[in-house]
């Protein structure tokens, strides 16, 4: 099994998908860091997160090629002829997706952290409050890897796959991202306050009632919500906190997020397995 899950992660981190992704995301981040102007003090957090969608796209990707190649190809036998079963293959390929991506979360966060420290930006966050939240992206970017598998095991045509596992991706993505810009509204601004004091006043984009519960329950359900809610999770305040919980209002991080996610996690597991196993591979 071991040997099996080196041999599937080398044949994606030595593939040129992967070193394209690792070049588009450094150069992202010079031309954000390095080649950038800001007229304002800048922090790491400024920085951190922010591709994680980008990132979990390219493993969504890459995941569909890989495994369809195997499938279409019927690569998979020479494996089962060599004595995996379908479950070790299966699983074989869920961590390695996970892996591929927390790969380049890792690279990504590196590559940042360097050119920070290059440009002497601040760490304006606690190490501590930095690994925690860095603890919550690696379940966010489970969850997704593991639909992304599975999607690619139960759909036998390979342009089929590609083109579902990209849209859905997407149509996900931009979903998150329209509730995580409703979510982390103020419920008080001075950007619709047209008098010379610049008194905080009731902002009129901010959400509540029903309208607010829908969306922390989406943002709570939803890895894609999560992600892009991501590169905002170093700037909450406490009460912005507690407001986009779903539950867990109390507590420090979004353990809330931790927990659906594991059992995401399990309940595809076991859905998409039972579906692969009933396949005909030959």
């Known amino acids: 099994m071991i040997k099996l899950i080196r041999a599937e992660y080398k044949k994606r981190i030595y593939s040129l998908f992967f070193f394209l992704a690792f070049a588009i995301l450094l150069f992202y981040n010079i031309w954000d860091i390095s080649l950038s102007y800001f007229d304002f003090d800048i922090g790491w957090t ?3 997160f922010q591709k994680l969608p980008h990132i979990m796209l390219f493993v969504c990707i890459d995941t569909s090629l890989k495994i369809s190649q195997d499938l279409c190809g019927k690569t998979i036998n020479n494996k089962l002829y060599m004595g995996y079963k379908k479950t070790e293959y299966y699983l074989s390929q869920i961590i390695t997706g996970i892996i591929e991506g927390l790969a380049l979360f890792f690279i990504d966060t590196i590559v940042i952290i360097l050119l920070c420290i290059g440009n002497n930006y601040t760490l304006d966050v606690r190490i501590s409050t930095l690994l925690i939240n860095t603890l919550i ?3 966010m970017l489970s969850v997704i890897s593991i ?3 599975v999607c690619a095991f139960n759909i036998p045509n390979r342009i089929i796959n590609l083109v579902v596992i990209v849209a ?3 149509i996900l993505f931009q979903k998150g991202d329209d509730a995580t810009l409703a979510l982390i509204q103020p419920k008080e ?3 619709f306050n047209d008098s010379v004091d610049e008194v905080p006043i009731e902002n009129p984009l901010y959400i509540s009632g029903n309208k607010r519960l829908l969306y922390n329950l989406e943002l709570a359900v939803s890895p894609y919500a999560q992600t892009q809610y991501a590169k905002y999770i170093l700037f909450e305040y406490e009460e912005q906190k507690n407001d986009c919980s779903l539950f867990a209002k109390n507590y420090h991080y979004h353990i809330d997020f ?3 996610d594991i059992i995401t996690v399990i309940c ?3 859905i998409g397995f039972g579906v692969f196993k ?3 591979l030959v």
């Open 137 to 139: 992206i690696m379940f």
């Open 268 to 270: 595809l597991y076991w």
């Open 168 to 170: 859905l991706s997407l």
């Open 147 to 149: 639909i992304a598998t």
């Open 189 to 191: 601004t001075i950007y």
């Open 278 to 280: 009933r396949r005909d």
């Open 258 to 260: 931790i927990i659906i």
């Open 46 to 48: 400024y920085f951190l």
